[in-house]
């Protein structure tokens, strides 16, 4: 295609390696480096109150399944802090409403809805990073992760 040029990070996104060993992939590399895995690590006093209750909620079960490394706190910061600031805008839009009175004297949206939503992309963003949705658990596992228990696996 003329004038067209490729996007680079376009299409699905290649699986960490130790996801790959989990899964039994053929494309794992069993010399590839690994970081140093976290057994359990406060939460940062910088983060919101909301944001380190949360920490303290997933941290634990990240470190149980051996998926938390040194490299990924930095997702799990930014995770619990878009929770926190989720949070604290849905109890703005719960005392102001969804419609707020503009500069000009007229009904506008409330700015708390956008930064609600943002907060819920980078919540989806940080938390796929992390495993911590159903679809980025399921590629964590791989394949043959949760076969067991399962009537249909042999199909």
């Known amino acids: 295609m003329a004038g067209q040029s490729i996007m680079p990070g376009r299409g699905r996104k290649p ?3 130790k996801k790959k060993m989990l899964s039994g992939s ?3 590399n069993p010399e590839a480096v690994e970081f140093e895995l976290v057994n359990n690590v406060d939460p940062p006093d910088w983060l919101p109150e909301l944001g380190r209750e949360m920490w303290k909620t997933v941290c634990p079960h990240l470190c149980k399944e051996k998926v938390l490394a040194v490299t990924d706190l930095h997702n799990l910061e930014a995770f619990c802090s878009a929770y926190a600031t989720f949070r604290e805008a849905a109890l703005e839009i719960a005392g102001s409403g969804l419609v707020v009175t503009g500069a000009t004297g007229g009904p506008v949206k409330n700015p708390a809805v956008t930064v609600k939503n943002e907060a819920m992309r980078q919540m989806v963003m940080f938390g796929g990073a992390l495993g911590l949705d ?3 658990r399921g590629r964590l596992m ?3 992760g949760g076969a067991e228990g399962n009537e249909f696996s042999e199909f």
């Open 15 to 17: 699986a960490a390696n």
């Open 142 to 144: 791989g394949p043959n």
């Open 26 to 28: 053929k494309h794992a």
């Open 134 to 136: 159903p679809s980025a």
